[in-house]
């Protein structure tokens, strides 16, 4: 039996951030478990389901909007067949701003093309032509080093990283997206905010 990565450790602990995002933003419990089993589909390590896919269905894909929010299977046959809507679906969100931030071409990667004032770290600053800089931590660049070394071990390289800063009003976050992962995981020092 093949021995447990780190990667293990962080997906554990991204499933639980995941969980926890979804219900912030009040997707339904169906929705968010076949996100995590599409998310965990591609880690041998830590399937949540041994038969999930990370590919969507057709049903998913023809209503998700690109909104950031794919509802699973059986919801999105629901929209199809009428029942309900994408935005019927968001049910106790406690994220302040209703859903879709945006109505018109919403990219969850780029965030809204207009700043929306709000404290819930799900918007974005006004872009600015001034330049900005932001520091990397010892404590994070050893957590985010780790990360990289779990996927090296199981994709055997490590491939490209882009850095997502994110000012939220209360402090900035910290994203590291794996290309060759196709994962995007969260180093902000919350205890320093």
């Known amino acids: 039996m093949k021995q447990p990565t780190k990667i293990h450790d962080y997906l554990a602990e991204d499933i639980k951030q995941w969980r926890q995002s979804g219900e912030y933003y009040g997707y339904p419990e169906c929705c968010i478990q076949d996100f995590l089993n599409r998310a965990t589909a591609l880690d041998y390590h830590y399937p949540t389901d ?7 269905s057709p049903e998913q894909d023809s209503v998700h909007k690109n909104y950031g929010f794919v509802p699973c299977h059986e919801c999105a046959k629901k929209i199809i067949w009428e ?5 019927g679906l968001i049910k106790d969100r406690k994220c302040p701003n209703p859903f879709p931030i945006e109505e018109d071409g919403y990219d969850p990667r780029k965030g809204p093309k207009e700043a929306i004032e709000c404290d819930c770290g799900c918007c974005v600053v006004e872009e ?11 404590e994070q660049q050893k957590k985010i080093s780790e990360w990289k070394d779990a996927i090296k ?10 850095y997502t800063f994110h000012h939220t009003g209360i402090g900035t976050t910290l994203s590291v997206y794996s290309h060759i992962a196709d994962k995007e995981k969260d180093f902000t020092d919350y ?3």
């Open 50 to 56: 041994k038969n999930a896919s990370v590919e969507i």
């Open 83 to 87: 029942s309900t809507t994408l935005e």
């Open 128 to 138: 600015s032509d001034e330049s900005q800089y932001f520091e990397v931590t010892k």
């Open 153 to 162: 071990l199981v994709f055997d390289e490590y491939g490209e990283f882009d």
């Open 191 to 193: 205890d320093n905010w």
